[in-house]
Every structure is written in C-alpha cells, then in structure tokens.
C-alpha cells in the first residue's frame, strides 16, 4: 500500500478569515479566483455550491472545447478556521482526493495553508496541482 502524497500551498492574506473563507464557497468568487480567462484560457460554464456539511460543488469551465467538471463533495464547514473538501474530475474513477484549507486570524488578515491529498498514481503531477493552487491564491490575494 502506498501513501498519498500531499500537496502545501501557504499564504498571508491582508483581509479577514471570513472574508478568506467566503470566498471558497461564493460562486461569484471562485469564478474571480479559481477559474475563468483571468487565469486561463478556459470560459465558465458553471460554478454550483451547496455549502453544507454534504452538499456538492461542480465547477464546469471548456478548455480548447473539452468541458472538465470539477466536483466534490464538503466534508467540514467550520467558518472561518477550516474547509475540507474532496476534488475531482467527473467521469473519471482515479480516486478522490481530499482538500484541506486551515485558516488563522492574525492581526491585520490571515495565514491560509492548503493541503491537497492525492491518491499515489498522481505523484508526478505534484508540483503542476501545487503550481495550480499557488496560482489560484495569488489571484485569491488580487481579488480580495
């Protein structure tokens, strides 16, 4: 058996844990930090949140005509310090991985530390997630 491997993004934020927090969970948000022509070539086809303990998210961009649904499934809301989640691509059976987001106040913002945990045949692709979520919490870091 061999262990996931794991992906840490870390970054200081000048806005509060909630404004932070909400942020992972307002579509219009995500649309603004995660996907869209701001950070790639890709249009949006839609960003649904059920932002629940349960609930689901798929978040649908076409990249060069190939649509890709994210999906997942919130596993822990606790406003504003932590946010689990699973990741995925739908109709693929690769294995779930997990995404873990800590927040802690701080004086004038916030750390935020992401871990994302893939299953062991995603290792070589480590540091393209790592470079993806990097980039995505610089855009988070603009639009806040």
Same mark, same amino acid.
């Given at each position: 058996?061999?262990?996931?491997?794991?992906?840490?993004?870390? /970054? &200081?934020?000048? $806005?509060?844990?909630?404004? @932070?927090?909400? +942020?992972?969970?307002?579509?219009?948000? =995500? %649309?603004?930090?995660?996907?869209?022509?701001?950070?790639?070539?890709?249009?949006?086809?839609?960003?649904?949140?059920?932002? /629940? &303990?349960?609930? $689901?998210?798929?978040?649908? @961009?076409?990249? +060069?005509g190939?649509?890709?649904?994210? =999906? %997942?499934?919130?596993?822990?809301?606790?406003?504003?310090?932590?946010?689990?989640?699973?990741?995925?691509?739908?109709?693929?059976?690769?294995?779930?991985?997990?995404?873990?987001?800590?927040?802690?106040?701080?004086?004038?913002?916030?750390?935020?530390?992401?871990?994302?945990?893939?299953?062991?045949?995603?290792?070589?692709?480590?540091?393209?997630?790592?470079?993806?979520?990097?980039?995505?919490l610089?855009?988070?870091g603009?639009?806040?």
């Amino acid at each position: 058996m061999t262990a996931p491997v794991s992906v840490k993004v870390s /970054r &200081v934020f000048e $806005a509060t844990a909630e404004r @932070v927090f909400d +942020a992972w969970l307002d579509p219009a948000m =995500i %649309g603004r930090f995660m996907f869209g022509p701001a950070l790639r070539e890709e249009t949006i086809i839609h960003l649904k949140v059920d932002a /629940r &303990v349960g609930g $689901a998210f798929s978040f649908k @961009v076409d990249r +060069a005509g190939q649509e890709i649904d994210h =999906i %997942g499934v919130y596993r822990e809301i606790d406003r504003p310090r932590r946010l689990v989640f699973t990741w995925g691509i739908a109709g693929t059976s690769d294995g779930e991985s997990v995404v873990t987001i800590d927040i802690t106040p701080r004086d004038g913002g916030c750390d935020l530390t992401l871990v994302h945990e893939m299953q062991p045949q995603w290792a070589d692709y480590a540091g393209r997630v790592e470079q993806g979520w990097t980039t995505m919490l610089t855009a988070l870091g603009k639009t806040l």
